[in-house]
């Protein structure tokens, strides 16, 4: 077969694999056979193996390797029990190997050809490519259509069309409704023109047109002229035909146009009579066309008008020529048409001897041909058997299948029956675990709420044992005696808030860090009283840190200020300093208090009030966070070997109100 008309009808078979990341606009054939060989995956080398023989000579050692390891891939990949989607694809493969049998063999074996391209339906349908399914469905009509079976091969292209539309694929639809008109148009049934119409659609955009859109176009508005010369209407066949080489001239295709020359020639001879203009035709074929085919058609059609015109000599000779080149071709209806025309000529011109000598011949070549056409229609007759058996096996299947449905609907019920009792057991199993585990839960929600409420009294009476209260209270009254009144109003405004803030903050869960900010200052404020102002304080929160947005359980960091105060500055008379610092480090929120007192001393009364205020703050820390371990680290400062005071820290877990 042809290069050029090969690739033409594998066109519209595209191979699903992920070789569409190998385009063959990017890669030569030398580079597809490098994938082939180096590449891991065999989807990939199937890819590639595709556009390969698509673009190699159908024929010779090459190709047959190359075809043939195309299934092996597939057959060896099926093996290995792939996901289904690889699946989808080996079938793919092995589909479009049965098409490249079936195009190998149509010229020779018609019945084989139709085989191969039935076994590739089955795989395209095991594989769920519609698109393959499709083009394989026009194929096989093609093939029909061959051999004169038109009924069966118009009902490929309509299943073929009608998948088609399903996939919206204008150029497939254009395809399949080309071959209806066709089937259609060789008997001149007016069926054919809406079809012809139909695949025109497809082209009717000429800027988006490849240069093969382009040829296919050229062909179908010529099949379109000579539908109307068969209904012999002249005017439409000629209007058709000026459109087709309009539109092959812009693909530059010498055997295109060579083809078309001699079907407008036809047209030119047979509608209009004029002659001169059908000769002028042909020769323009003759100057262009390179194959043997196309210059038998050209020269034949040339000899029979020579013929008309009664210019013998040139009308003998070149249908002399026409005969040498059908040989080659295998042209058996333009030999005997040639030898036909011959024997009108000598027997015009009286050359008896010759026309007998060519009658001879005609007979043969008309015997031949009509036992091609014999064997067409016993061909025929096998297939249609051949189909019509593969129909009911098809049906027999079919019921087979609806028994087996019943019987699996039937085993389904039971199962479905013994399911919904199981389900029910689980239901109600469910439901009683749920009703312990709701008791259960709302148990222990109470015992740790209690567990919480004695925590958070704790702290209170931490915060507001009666010492503290009444050394505070005893220091303004301290400074009223002493005259120092609005010293003394400025403290008692900060204990009244400090207390007023403590049994409000015992209730709550969460405060904002600005307001334990507030809380811990007036708490030093009032301490920094009570010690006679022996201490200075800082109290911050570093600036990347917005305290009305960040909210933490309350009264946690007092216990380790007042042990800051309390044991840390003991012994100090004057210059003590009491820094507190809240601070960020890895999206966690640290407390840190620091004093410059005389650091940890092995005293049980000091390190009794220390561990009573980490027990309580752990506890309470894993109430809130829901966290197994909290780490409280106390330690003296030390500068040369020196204790320089005691730092606390440890981390708060925290809500971002935003």
């Known amino acids: 077969m042809h290069y050029s008309v090969r690739l033409l009808l594998l066109s519209l078979f595209i191979l699903l694999l992920p070789v569409g990341k ?78 490249y049998k079936s195009y190998e063999t149509m010229q020779t074996d018609i019945v084989t050809s139709i085989k191969y391209i039935d076994k590739s339906i089955e795989y395209f349908t095991k594989a769920d490519d519609k698109r393959n399914l499709s083009s394989a469905y026009v194929g096989v009509g093609t093939l029909y259509y061959k051999i004169g079976n038109r009924e069966k091969a118009i009902s490929n292209f309509f299943k073929g069309l009608k998948q088609f539309e399903l996939l919206k694929d204008n150029e497939g639809i254009a395809y399949a409704s080309q071959n209806i008109a066709n089937a259609y148009g060789s008997e001149s049934s007016s069926k054919a023109v809406p079809y012809f119409f139909k695949a025109l659609e497809y082209y009717k955009d000429e800027s988006v047109l490849s240069l093969q859109d382009k040829a296919q176009k050229a062909y179908l508005l010529a099949s379109l002229g000579d539908y109307y010369i068969n209904a012999k209407d002249c005017g ?134 009509d036992e091609e056409k014999s064997h067409d229609a016993l061909t025929k007759q096998q297939l249609t058997y051949d189909y019509e058996k593969r129909e009911l096996q098809s049906k027999l299947a079919q019921e087979r299948r609806l028994s087996e449905i019943k019987l699996e609907n039937e085993r389904q019920n039971t199962r479905k029956d013994i399911m919904i009792a199981v389900i029910a057991m689980i239901v109600v199993i469910l439901i009683i675990s749920l009703v312990y585990l709701y008791k259960y839960f709302k148990q222990k929600n109470i015992i740790t709420a209690n567990k919480n409420n004695e925590l958070r009294q704790k702290l209170l009476l931490t915060q507001m044992n009666p010492h503290f209260i009444f050394n505070s209270v005893d220091n303004i009254q301290s400074l009223i005696y002493a005259d120092k009144n609005d010293e003394a109003v400025n403290y008692l405004t900060k204990f009244s808030k400090l207390t007023r803030q403590i049994l409000e903050h015992s209730t709550e869960d969460y405060i904002t860090l600005d307001e334990e900010l507030s809380m811990t200052k007036n708490y030093l404020a009032i301490q920094q009283l009570l010690y006679n102002n022996n201490f200075t304080y800082t109290v911050d929160a570093d600036d990347d840190i917005d305290a009305e947005f960040i909210l933490l359980p309350p009264m946690l960091t007092q216990p380790f200020i007042e042990n800051a105060v309390k044991h840390g500055l003991k012994n100090t008379q004057e210059g003590g300093k009491i820094n507190v610092r809240f601070y960020m480090h890895n999206d966690s929120l640290f407390f840190e208090v620091t004093d410059n007192g005389t650091g940890i001393i092995a005293k049980e009364d000091d390190n009794k009030h220390r561990s009573l205020a980490t027990q309580i703050v752990t506890e309470r820390l894993k109430g809130n966070a829901n966290r197994k371990t909290i780490d409280i680290e106390i330690s003296n400062i030390v500068d040369n070997e020196k204790v320089q005071g005691v730092i606390t820290r440890f981390e708060i877990p925290y809500i971002k109100d935003i």
């Open 22 to 99: 190998i385009s063959a606009q990017n890669y030569n054939v030398d580079s597809l056979k490098q994938i082939v060989a180096s590449a891991k995956h065999d989807t990939i080398k199937l890819g590639a193996i595709s556009y390969i023989l698509i673009n190699i000579p159908g024929e010779g050692k090459e190709y047959n390797y190359y075809r043939d390891k195309f299934k092996s891939i597939a057959n060896i990949g099926l093996k290995s029990n792939p996901d289904p989607e690889t699946k989808k694809q080996y079938f793919s493969a092995l589909g479009m190997y049965n098409v």
């Open 236 to 369: 439409n066949a000629n209007l058709y035909f000026e459109k087709s080489l309009a539109v092959a001239k812009q693909v530059e295709d010498g055997n295109l146009l060579s083809e078309l020359y001699c079907r407008q020639g036809k047209a030119e001879e047979r509608c209009n009579k004029n002659y001169a203009k059908a000769l002028g035709l042909y020769d323009q074929a003759l100057k262009i066309g390179t194959l043997d085919e196309n210059r038998a058609r050209a020269l034949l059609n040339k000899g029979h008008v020579q013929l008309l015109q009664k210019s013998y000599k040139e009308a003998e000779k070149n249908l002399n020529e026409a005969l040498v080149l059908e040989r080659k071709v295998g042209y058996l209806n333009a030999r005997k048409d040639a030898l036909g025309y011959l024997y009108d000529l000598y027997k015009q011109t009286g050359n008896y001897k010759k026309a007998v000598d060519i009658i001879d011949r005609y007979n043969r070549a008309k015997d031949s041909l």
